[in-house]
């Protein structure tokens, strides 16, 4: 007979039926190895099997006893009812939509039940308990002790017990065979038990202790691995690869000062100062910006392009929208007026002539900043000699974006400085995870005439109080932003807060019938304007320029005016159904207000049906701070809504939590850090195994195909 090895198809596992090893397929259960591999979602504690009049409510128990009375209830949710006596007391048993059970569950049956039990009507009851028959004659198994269940992620098809079962009756010639990749030294220093027990403990964990102990082993392990993938990109960057180091010197500070629109903040003057020292080096930059909404991150960036320019060498910006490209072009365009500085915008409506000729000058040398969105990432954007790349909204983009800016240097070799920008302010947690091949600059503080925004949550009952004060607002000669979820409410109404949407919430109000409604009712005789998405970029342009030049009084939009938009006239936002929006887009959509002389006000209605939605509103009302906002949606909503998983490129963990494990994280990164330092490729014989395993747990997500 051929031994098992991890690779021993599931199929060929003795103890293994054929019914299970296609269940354990249907869940890409393929192998032994993955079937160890396949984690508990969590563990239960089952009490010691107990008398009846023992038990307690609240806690998962297990008893044995005779059957002495059922029912069939079909009204309402149809179920089995039975009566559980064993001499000490009674237990009442429910079975919710198990009516083919009333031909085992009956009178004189003997049963051991496992369940949580709850008080109902002054006595227990357990609710769809697991089951068993004790037959007459038959030996009747031993009382059970106190012991832990592991409940693994299941389908309706084949379920958490049977997944158990086939764990229970294939595992064990598994755990012999797996090899540890950290030197048992390390691990002892660390508290950590070697990984095979870490897998035996998590499936077969005889207490807390050993499921605490697995969890904190197999967490360490992912957040090490990740954290040895961002410290392999980072050294081969900086060891491999070289930028043009970009002239700094007092006269080229004093002449890009002089051409921007105001003096820098102390914050954004920190920023410069790093940013300049990175670029005026041949070790590649790779630096996040971020800065509260407000705070002048694209000032600051702009000063970085315009070093390239005065080395007569190139810069690019891509933003994640069109909208907000065309944004960074207007803006930046207005500061530069009158320079010799060429600055072009590229984006997918770009038509192909204009393409063509834009292309064509880029690679002589012929424009000096392009601006953009993906667009800028396609094969046929040739710069002639790309020094500085600007990646706005970095969590809109993954890795593999930012390498293919990088791709758009000259020769292998060389690679231009990478800056990426984000106004969402990030928590230290997801920093270093999201972000942890890069240094970190932060813009502290606000330009000079920046005014506070008062924020007030009120219910859609108080609708026309609030569009009152913006009428009022009006009449002072101010203009206002009136915020909706969804364009169109015959189209896809998309659920902006990453939080689940309760069954019974109320349709989304969209633009069309939020404009309709305040031109008849709530701000007659005003002039309304409409702002989202599906405008063409003319009329997108047309729009935001009447609104600036204040032809219109009230911009009803989606969130394209999140980001970059600058109308210090406008002193009002009012946000529509604020509970369908994250903490992150509501602080961005008030940072819209508040940047001329008026004191400013933000209104969020809402009617939060949930206790999410409402912790939510109570953060976005209580600061203004965007960092203390981020850090309070990590722990509402956690990392992987905090950004959106897929878009974010945030990596994929099994195991470990990001809000849960900060300690281990930290602990993982200053490892990472010295062992990478040691070894900065991981190309010793006794690292292989934990290269490999590092490279397919991590190697895609981070890009690692490069790194060799």
């Known amino acids: 007979m051929t031994p098992v090895q991890l690779t021993t198809p599931v199929e060929s596992l003795p103890g293994l039926s054929p019914r299970q090893a296609g269940g354990l397929r249907s869940l890409n259960i393929t192998n032994l190895g993955r079937l160890v591999a396949y984690l508990p979602l969590r563990h239960e504690r089952i009490e010691a099997e107990a008398p009846i009049a023992d038990l307690a409510p609240d806690q998962n128990a297990s008893a044995r006893g005779q059957i002495t009375a059922t029912r069939i209830v079909r009204a309402g949710r149809p179920r089995i009812e039975a009566v559980l006596h064993d001499g000490t007391g009674r237990l009442d048993l429910v079975w919710f939509n198990m009516l083919f059970l009333r031909e085992r569950i009956l009178p004189g049956v003997r049963l051991r039940v496992q369940g949580k039990t709850k008080l109902r009507g002054g006595g227990l009851q357990m609710a769809n308990p697991k089951w068993e028959v004790l037959r007459p004659g038959e030996e009747e198994p031993p009382e059970q002790d106190e012991h832990m269940r592991a409940v693994y992620p299941a389908t309706e098809e084949f379920k958490s017990g049977q997944i158990a079962a086939a764990i229970r009756a294939a595992a064990a010639p598994a755990f012999p065979l797996i090899e540890d990749h950290l030197p048992e030294a390390f691990r002892r220093e660390r508290h950590l038990p070697e990984l095979r027990e870490a897998y035996r403990m998590q499936h077969f964990a005889a207490d807390e202790g050993e499921v605490l102990v697995s969890r904190r082993r197999l967490a360490y392990d992912e957040l090490l691995m990740l954290q040895l993938g961002v410290h392999m990109k980072r050294a081969h960057l900086r060891d491999t690869l070289r930028a043009p180091a970009l002239k700094w010197n007092t006269a080229i500070d004093r002449h890009i000062r002089d051409r921007l629109p105001f003096t820098l903040t102390p914050g954004q003057d920190a920023a410069v100062r790093e940013i300049a020292a990175d670029l005026s080096r041949e070790t590649p930059a790779n630096r996040l910006l971020q800065g509260d909404v407000g705070s002048g991150k694209t000032v600051v960036a702009l000063y970085a392009m315009l070093m390239a320019v005065a080395s007569d060498l190139q810069a690019s910006l891509m933003a994640p929208t069109e909208i907000l490209a065309e944004q960074h072009f207007a803006s930046i365009g207005r500061m530069l007026e009158g320079s010799r500085v060429r600055v072009e915008l590229l984006t997918g409506a770009t038509p192909r002539d204009e393409r063509a000729d834009m292309l064509a000058r880029l ?346």
């Open 363 to 708: 690679a002589a040398g012929d424009v000096d900043i392009l601006i953009g969105t993906h667009a800028l990432l396609t094969e046929s954007v040739k710069f002639k000699d790309l020094a500085v790349a600007i990646i706005d909204e970095q969590h809109r983009f993954g890795v593999v974006q930012r390498a293919g800016l990088r791709e758009k240097a000259s020769d292998d070799r060389s690679t231009p400085h990478v800056l990426v920008m984000t106004a969402t302010p990030i928590p230290r947690t997801l920093a270093i995870t999201l972000f942890g091949d890069l240094d970190i600059s932060t813009v502290t503080g606000l330009p000079p005439g920046r005014r506070p925004i008062k924020t007030l949550t009120l219910t859609s009952e108080k609708r026309a109080q609030v569009y009152d004060e913006v009428n009022a607002r009006i009449n002072l000669g101010q203009q206002a932003f009136v915020v909706v979820p969804a364009i169109d409410a015959s189209g896809p109404l998309p659920d902006l807060s990453g939080a689940c949407e309760p069954k019974d919430a109320p349709p989304l109000r969209d633009v069309r019938t939020v404009a309709d409604e305040l031109q008849r009712i709530d701000l007659p005789g005003r002039r309304i304007g409409v702002m989202h998405g599906q405008l063409s970029r003319a009329s997108r342009e047309n729009v935001m320029d009447r609104f600036r030049r204040r032809e219109i009084d009230v911009l009803v939009a989606t969130t394209v005016i999140e980001v970059g938009v600058d109308v210090p006239n406008a002193a009002v936002m009012v946000v529509e159904q604020a509970d369908r929006f994250g903490l992150a887009q509501l602080h961005q959509l008030r940072g819209r207000v508040g940047r001329g002389a008026a004191d400013s006000l933000c209104y969020l209605i809402a009617d939060p049906a949930t206790d999410e939605a409402r912790e939510r509103l109570k953060a976005i009302a209580r600061t203004t701070d965007g960092f203390e906002l981020a850090e309070k949606d990590l722990e509402i909503r956690g990392p992987g809504e905090v950004f959106g998983s897929r878009q974010s490129g945030l990596p994929p963990f099994k195991v470990a939590d990001l809000t849960r494990d900060r300690e281990l994280l930290g602990m993982a990164r200053r490892d990472a850090a010295a062992w990478i330092a040691r070894s900065p490729r991981l190309d010793r014989p006794e690292e292989q195994l934990l290269l490999r395993r590092t490279l397919k747990a991590f190697g895609e997500h981070l890009g690692l195909a490069d790194v060799g």
